[in-house]
């Protein structure tokens, strides 16, 4: 019972919010090809750069979402989007009046034996509905 929008860019989603198109869900999983910064490729390869996209997308995200959405899941695999920081964007985009709760917390590639490390794999924040 729900769409998921992949966006390859953030001009993609300003078509649905002009057009009256909504979404249930949100999800933006921008990769990493290089250590300096996460990224992605939209339309005619176009960057999509999380440090000057992100802020952009956060704002238009109320109104990509239909009056009840059943959950938001934001992830970055960028060292200056820790926990913290997508946390905080996420809360400041949703705003209080939505209700519902917000978790956060890092993602882990577990190490399949004792003598192998964990590998960190970035960050998430995920709003859902009560």
């Given at each position: 019972?729900?769409?998921?929008?992949?966006?390859?860019?953030?001009?993609?989603?300003?078509?649905?919010?002009?057009?009256?198109?909504?979404?249930?869900?949100?999800?933006?999983t921008p990769s990493s090809r290089d250590q300096t910064q996460a990224f992605g490729r939209g339309a005619r390869r176009k960057e999509w750069r999380i440090e000057r996209d992100l802020p952009e997308?956060?704002?238009?995200?109320?109104?990509?979402?239909?009056?009840?959405?059943?959950?938001?899941?934001?992830?970055?695999h960028d060292h200056r989007w820790p926990i913290e920081r997508l946390a905080a964007a996420m809360a400041d985009s949703l705003g209080p009046t939505r209700g519902g709760r917000l978790?956060?917390?890092?993602?882990?590639?577990?190490?399949?034996t004792d003598l192998g490390r964990d590998l960190p794999m970035g960050s998430f924040a995920r709003w859902c509905r009560d």
């Open positions: 019972r729900g769409l998921l929008l992949l966006p390859q860019s953030t001009a993609m989603l300003l078509r649905p919010v002009s057009g009256g198109c909504r979404a249930l869900a949100h999800s933006r997308l956060m704002r238009l995200l109320p109104r990509l979402l239909t009056p009840e959405p059943a959950f938001v899941l934001l992830s970055a978790e956060s917390g890092e993602m882990r590639l577990i190490a399949s």
